[in-house]
C-alpha cells in the first residue's frame, strides 16, 4: 500500500516536472520567436529607411544638376546671346541704307538670336521652376498649363481649390510639381488626348493632385503588373516614397484615366520655403 502511495507520488511528481520543462521550452521557443520577429522588422525598417535615403539624394543629386545645368545657361550662355544681341545691334546701326541686303541679312540675325535667348529662358525656368519658388504651388501649376497650351491643340483646366492652398516644405511642393509635370506629360504623349483638367485638393491632414485626361486611358492594373514603366510611374512612386505620400490610377468610364496623388500637410509657417535655386548674381538680364 506505501509502494503504491509512493509510486502515485512519484508519478505526479514526474508529470509536473515534465509539464513544467515543457512550459519553459514552450516559452523560450516563443520567447526566441518574438525577438526574432522584433529583430526582422528592425531590419527591415532600417532597408526601408536606407532605401528612402538612397532614393532622396538621388532625387536631390537630379535637383541640384538641374540647378546646376539652369545656372550655367543663365549666367554663361544667356550672358553670351545678350552680349552678341547687343553687339548686333550696335552693327546694325553702322549699315547704310544703300546696304539693303546686309541690313536683311543682319536683321536675321538679331531674329534668331532673341528666339535663342527666349529658349534658354524658357529652358532655365523649366530645369528650375522659380515660380514655384516664389509664388507657391498653384501659381507655378498656372503658369505651365499656359505656356504648354501656346501653339498646341491642346485645353488644360486648372483648379486650384476653394481654400488658398498654404506653402508647403520644399520638398512637398517640388514633388507635387514635379509630379503634375509627369502626368500631363504622359497624357499628351501615350494617351492622346485632347482635353486635361488639373485639381488640387486639401484636405485636414492631406493635400492632394488630380489629374484627368480624355485619351485612350491605361488599365491600371497592368501599372501592378510593372508592364507601364516605361511612362515614369516608376519615378513618381520613388518621389512619393520620400514625403509618405501615394498615388492611385483609375480608368475614367467616359474615356481616360486620372491619377490623385496625396501627400500628408507639412505646411511651412512664418517662413519663407527655401530657395529651388539660388542663382548668382545676375550680370546681364535676358
Known amino acids: 500500500m506505501q509502494d503504491t502511495e509512493q509510486m502515485k507520488w512519484a508519478l505526479l511528481i514526474g ?31 532600417i532597408e526601408k529607411n536606407y532605401s528612402k535615403l538612397l532614393l532622396d539624394t538621388a532625387l ?6 538641374r540647378r546646376r545645368i539652369a545656372q550655367d545657361l543663365h549666367d554663361d550662355i544667356g550672358t553670351m546671346l545678350s552680349l ?22 543682319m536683321r ?34 498656372d503658369e505651365f498649363i499656359h505656356k504648354l497650351e501656346e501653339g498646341n491643340n491642346l485645353t488644360i483646366c486648372f483648379q486650384p481649390g476653394e481654400e488658398e492652398l498654404p ?19 504622359n497624357a499628351i504623349k501615350h494617351g492622346q488626348c485632347s482635353k486635361i483638367e488639373i485639381s488640387l485638393e486639401m484636405s485636414k491632414d492631406f493635400i492632394g493632385l488630380r489629374v484627368a485626361d480624355n485619351g ?34 483609375s480608368k475614367n468610364a467616359t474615356g481616360g484615366s486620372t491619377a490623385l496623388t496625396q501627400i500628408p500637410m507639412q505646411a511651412v509657417s512664418n517662413s ?10 545676375e550680370r546681364v538680364t535676358l
Open 15 to 45: 508529470t509536473l516536472a515534465m509539464l513544467m520543462m515543457a512550459f519553459f521550452v514552450i516559452s523560450f521557443v516563443i520567447y526566441y520567436q518574438k525577438k526574432k520577429f522584433e529583430e526582422e522588422k528592425k531590419l527591415n525598417e
Open 60 to 65: 536631390n543629386s537630379e535637383e541640384t544638376e
Open 84 to 105: 552678341t544681341k547687343l553687339s548686333l545691334n550696335q552693327l546694325s546701326k553702322r549699315i547704310t541704307e544703300n546696304g539693303e541686303k546686309e541690313d536683311q541679312i
Open 108 to 141: 536675321k540675325a538679331q531674329s534668331l538670336v532673341e528666339e535663342t535667348i527666349l529658349h534658354v529662358r524658357r529652358i532655365t525656368r523649366e530645369l528650375v521652376p522659380t515660380t514655384l519658388e516664389r509664388f507657391g504651388l498653384a501659381e507655378a501649376i
Open 167 to 185: 506653402r508647403q516644405g520644399q520638398k512637398i511642393e517640388l514633388t507635387l510639381y514635379r509630379i503634375m509635370q509627369e502626368l500631363v506629360n
Open 216 to 249: 485612350i486611358g491605361f488599365d491600371p492594373d497592368m501599372i501592378k503588373e510593372g508592364k507601364l514603366a516605361g511612362l515614369g510611374l516608376l519615378g513618381i512612386e520613388s518621389r512619393l516614397a520620400i514625403v509618405n505620400g501615394t498615388v492611385q490610377y
Open 272 to 281: 519663407k520655403p527655401e530657395p529651388l535655386h539660388p542663382f548668382r548674381r
